[in-house]
């Protein structure tokens, strides 16, 4: 069982620079000999993998990366100089292939492996390469050629580091769908009727991490009611758990409680796995209300819950800079 996180991007490397016709200029001599030098090689695409990456994240903001052109030849059989090489970093993982044909070109596995994905043109040939016996003054020169350009699809298997779970109803979609900035594909998911919902949340150092709403938990899940004790089992590979409580339910605080039973029942250490707590639709409770519920939940569990709403945005913010200290500690 696994996600998948896709992109498709556009990679074209740099042309060739052209060759160029020039003569020596000598004192006296009226035509020197042919002097024109090569154009520069095109840059090349490279992907590269990089280890504090996770997600695909950075390909669904900019799609098309171009290298640098290759510079025209000079005078005195200068070369121009090659373009410069373009390098597109990606997550270790992913895979890598040409969206038309379905061809895999490769995958990076290692930190810092790279793979050519285009390469650039061939820089064309200058006149001083066109001087035989039979022609003392060539005027022929070559242009530089196409760099490669390459309709790309990557892919990367995926793993939810934050799993967020609670009742049915009690916000888990919604909120998921408001923190986060992509929503990758859900893939080889046994389950037709109820699978997760998957969103790459991005932290402030710019990378994702992947939250899943793990629908389906119910009260008898972890004996086996519903599909509950599959995602249990899901659940057990996150890092962290956001457990959501909704605000407006008739009894906020037996909810808790049928999550932690589901938790403690199911075992395998769920029941310990670092876990916020968190109030959602805030903003459907009044001040008063909202201290007294944290008070009861105090009380019931030791625990501070946060209080949030998809709705205002408000408090998720400070649910977002626990996840990631949390996970960083
Ligand atoms: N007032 C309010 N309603 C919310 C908020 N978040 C979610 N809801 C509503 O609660 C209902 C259940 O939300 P959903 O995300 O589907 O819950 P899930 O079953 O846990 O995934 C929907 O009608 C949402 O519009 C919130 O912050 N405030
Ligand atoms: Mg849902």
Request: charged residues 25%; aromatic residues 6%; hydrophobic residues 35%.
């Amino acid at each position: 069982m696994h996600f998948i996180d896709q992109a498709r991007i556009t990679v074209k490397a740099g042309r060739g620079g052209d060759g160029i016709v020039a003569f020596r200029r000598e004192k006296y001599v009226p035509a020197g000999g042919p002097s024109g030098g090569d154009g520069g090689n095109g840059g090349n695409i490279i992907l590269k993998a990089d280890a504090n990456l996770q997600t695909l994240l950075d390909f669904k903001f900019k799609q098309i990366f171009l290298a640098e052109d290759g510079k025209r030849g000079g005078p005195n059989k200068r070369s121009g100089s090659a373009g410069k090489d373009s390098i597109l970093r990606v997550p270790p993982g992913t895979e890598v292939r040409d969206l038309s044909t379905g061809i895999i070109f490769g995958d990076l596995v290692d930190d810092e492996e790279t793979l050519v994905i285009a390469f650039g043109g061939r820089g064309g040939a200058g006149n001083a390469r066109y001087l035989s016996n039979r022609n003392r003054a060539p005027e022929k020169f070559t242009e530089g050629k196409e760099g490669e350009e390459w309709l790309l699809q990557l892919e990367l298997k995926l793993l939810a580091e934050v799993g967020i779970i609670g009742l049915p109803n009690a916000g888990k979609s919604t909120l998921i769908s408001s923190i986060s900035a992509a929503q990758p594909k859900v893939a080889d998911y046994p389950f037709t009727t109820l699978i997760p919902n998957l969103g790459v949340v991005q932290r402030p150092s710019g990378d994702g991490t992947l939250f899943a709403d793990i629908p389906g938990l119910i009260s008898g899940a972890a004996k086996g009611a519903g599909l509950g004790h599959d995602f249990l089992r899901h659940i057990q590979r996150t890092k962290l758990l956001i457990h959501l409580v909704d605000a407006s339910s008739l009894d906020p605080l037996q909810d808790i409680g049928v999550i932690e039973k589901e938790l403690s029942e199911y075992g395998h250490g769920l029941i310990s796995r670092t876990r916020i707590l968190a109030v959602s639709k805030k903003e459907l409770l009044d001040k008063e209300s909202q201290q007294a519920l944290l008070d009861q939940i105090f009380q019931q569990t030791s625990r501070k819950p946060i209080f949030i709403s998809a709705v205002t945005q408000d408090g998720l913010g400070e649910l977002l800079s626990q996840v990631w200290e949390k996970l960083d500690s």
